[in-house]
């Protein structure tokens, strides 16, 4: 799990984007991983509209 800050602007309140991270890894075999993460963001602000721009991610690794 992972929980991340970005604040484009440090002069203005109410700005920052929260990003908290989920991931999952399976070792298919020795030499084979796969990942499977999920990017939950957040918007802060009260005029701001939350956004629908989760993202999911799976990535397969092979070790030689």
């Given at each position: 799990?992972?929980?991340d800050v970005y604040d484009p602007n440090t002069d203005k309140d109410?700005?920052?984007n929260s990003v908290y991270?989920?991931?999952l890894?399976?070792?298919w075999s020795q030499f084979t991983k796969v990942?499977?993460?999920y990017d939950m963001r957040h918007e802060?602000?009260?005029d701001v509209?939350?956004?629908k721009n989760?993202?999911?991610t799976v990535q397969a690794q092979i070790f030689f």
């Open positions: 799990m992972k929980y109410n700005d920052a991270s989920f991931a890894n399976y070792y990942q499977l993460q802060d602000g009260t509209e939350q956004k989760d993202l999911i």
